[in-house]
């Protein structure tokens, strides 16, 4: 394999967790190139030491200028370049996309190899619709840039699915709590990992758990899209009289009714009578 690889970029998926998790040709093309870029040189120091492989590691970062873009564009016309971030697919949720794209408009060779995925790996345990999902990244960290953008996406008919981290997800379900009422969450997290875990219920309900037990490392998190929670689930007058504090009843039922997906003129005939 190290005398076959041409010139160009190979983007190479990594473990999430389970180191076993790495594919047969992710290993060979990583023994057949000729430098590694990666986020952090120690960790992928690491999963190389693992699999009996040296090479010379090149850092490339969220930190990274236009100087260390041309620097590997540069190696990679002249010999194999790995691209890899600390876990998972590169450039989802990770730099990269400017190397690709410049790498691609200088025509040289770009490839990728398929792997681990942590928002794919929730998505298949929540037990959420998956026949069309988002996947939006990470929650901003300003409370009301978070709810803006929650707000945004409310209305989308898919699984909305990001990327958390433990510190902030007390915050997180606490948004959704206020801005997408009465959907479904699940909460996945130690993906691969021995103590594995996705969790599904009401925002409260899974705050509250984790209060109890706070959680460690990466997590993603998984909304329902808007109507796929049980009518009978949902406390529509506790809704609409939230929504009735701060809007005219018209107002009140779209905006229950974006949240919910439950039908417009049967909220607003029910908001009229609560107010």
Do not use: W
């Amino acid at each position: 394999m190290e005398d076959t690889l041409s010139p160009g970029l190979y983007i190479v998926a990594t473990p999430i967790g389970n180191l076993g998790d790495i594919t047969l040709r992710a290993v060979e093309t990583l023994r057949g190139v000729g430098a590694v870029a990666c986020e952090d040189t120690r960790v992928t120091g690491k999963l190389l030491h693992h699999l009996g492989i040296k090479k010379r590691l090149i850092r490339y970062d969220d930190h990274a200028g236009e100087a260390d873009r041309e620097r590997l564009l540069a190696l990679m016309e002249a010999e194999p370049v790995a691209l890899v971030s600390d876990a998972g697919t590169p450039l989802i949720s990770d730099p990269g996309y400017r190397l690709v794209r410049t790498a691609r408009e200088r025509g040289i060779a770009v490839t990728s190899l398929p792997g681990a995925n942590a928002a794919v790996l929730a998505m298949t345990l929540s037990g959420l619709p998956n026949d069309r999902f988002l996947f939006a990244g990470f929650l901003p960290n300003k409370a009301k840039a978070r709810e803006d953008a929650l707000a945004e996406l409310a209305a989308v008919p898919a699984t909305l699915v990001f990327y958390e981290t433990a510190p902030r997800l007390d915050a997180a379900l606490a948004a959704v709590a206020a801005v997408l009422p009465g959907r479904e969450v699940a909460v996945a997290r130690e993906l691969t990992k021995r103590f594995e875990e996705c969790r599904s219920g009401t925002p409260q309900e899974l705050a509250a758990h984790y209060a109890a037990h706070p959680p460690k490392g990466e997590i993603v998190l998984l909304i329902a899209p808007p109507g796929e929670t049980p009518a009978g689930e949902i406390d529509v007058d506790a809704l609409l009289l939230a929504a009735l504090t701060e809007a005219k009843p018209s107002q009140a039922a779209a905006q229950v009714a974006k949240t919910t997906g439950l039908d417009r003129k049967a909220l607003y005939a029910r908001a009229l009578a609560l107010k």
